[in-house]
């Protein structure tokens, strides 16, 4: 399920740290036609100071003098343009990186290493440039705008379990769920439809992995729900999240986190509790510890939709491997989701019959 992309040819990608003046090259040029800047002058019709400064890279050459140094020097006014954009650009990019210079000491708590090993920003020897790539990768211009966007109230950097110890990783993992549900197509939220979705994904159960994902995520689709999986990063100990990407697209991310598919489908529908429960607002992120009552809610929400409440009370019996299956096809789910349930309550030990477990892993 991973995707990575590394290459060799593009390590370090070169970023000169100077900018090269117009007239530089407009004084090279005059030069091999036996010209002075006062001759120029006289032949453009602009003053000897202003040829001075457009020498010095202190007066910009505007489409207009392109044109009158196109019909003295012979070199088209394309040419001269473009040198003026590129040294402008250049002197833009100069002054950011000394801005982002200041920033540095950020970058130390976004795995970088992680994204450059995924393919999702280009390694960089220059440590300015590399943030510039990683505020590319969350989509801001600056540190203090990714600390205004990460530190809302939306996302609750701050006062979440979740994000305690590396916010930055967790930051990292739901952008990387944002960017991949961003390109998958889906119809408009409907409630109704994410309901009858649920109910066909709940048979899924018992399938594969290759079977499974794809129909789920379809399904999901075409009720307004984008399904993404995304390897989880240290530092990041979430098994699924839930974020409204827009008033009519949601987004279920999920890690793999404990690798069992009854913690995969317990996740699942715990998020999709949150779906169809809660609001739109607030990013909803389980790592097994939050007291928060909504989450109390979704885990009831995935315990009752995965065993229905008037067969809880048959869980106490179930003491044999054959006696979990036959339970299991029963209610028409997967007998690893017993198991994991068995375990939770407490009714059997969490070394009994894990054989009975899926264990999933990224290909």
Not at 160 to 183: C, D, H, I, Y
Not at 291 to 314: N, V
Request: a positive charge.
């Amino acid at each position: 399920m991973g995707n990575t992309r590394t290459g060799s040819a593009k390590r370090y990608p070169f970023e000169p740290d100077y900018a090269v003046a117009p007239g530089r090259t407009l004084e090279e040029t005059i030069d091999a036609l036996g010209m002075d800047q006062r001759e120029l002058a006289t032949r453009t019709g602009l003053s000897a100071k202003h040829v001075n400064l457009m020498m010095k890279g202190k007066a910009p050459i505007t489409y207009d003098t392109a044109n009158l140094l196109e019909r003295v020097t012979g070199v088209s006014a394309r040419m001269w343009n473009n040198l003026e954009s590129n040294y402008r650009e250049q002197l833009v990019r100069l002054e950011e990186k000394k801005r982002l210079e200041k920033d540095l000491a950020w970058l130390k708590g976004i795995p970088t290493a992680e994204l450059i090993k995924r393919g999702k920003i280009e390694r960089h020897r220059d440590k300015a440039l590399l943030l510039r790539e990683v505020l590319r990768f969350f989509g801001v211009a600056s540190v203090s705008a990714w600390k205004g966007l990460w530190g809302s109230p939306k996302f609750s950097l701050r006062k979440s379990p979740a994000f305690k110890g590396l916010p930055g990783a967790m930051a990292t993992w739901l952008r990387l769920g944002e960017l991949e549900a961003q390109v998958t197509k889906y119809q408009p939220f409907d409630k109704s439809k994410f309901r009858v979705a649920l109910a066909e994904i709940r048979c899924l159960t018992i399938e594969l992995p290759e079977a499974f994902v794809p129909e789920m995520k379809k399904l999901c689709a075409a009720a307004g729900v984008a399904v993404v999986l995304v390897p989880e990063i240290r530092g990041a100990p979430a098994s699924g999240a839930t974020q409204w990407l827009t008033p009519n697209k949601a987004m279920i991310l999920l890690s793999l986190r404990y690798k069992s598919n009854d913690q995969f489908w317990f996740s699942f529908f715990h998020e999709a509790g949150h779906i169809l429960n809660d609001g739109k607002k607030q990013v909803f992120i389980d790592n097994g510890k939050s007291s928060d009552e909504r989450d109390k809610r979704a885990d009831r929400f995935a315990a009752d939709y995965l065993i229905p409440p008037q067969r809880a009370a048959e869980l106490n019996r179930l003491r044999s491997w054959a006696a979990i299956e036959e339970f299991a096809k029963s209610v028409g789910i997967a007998p690893g989701i017993v198991v994991g349930r068995l375990q939770r309550q407490g009714i059997i030990g969490y070394n009994r019959f894990n054989r009975l477990k899926l264990r999933l892993e990224w290909v």
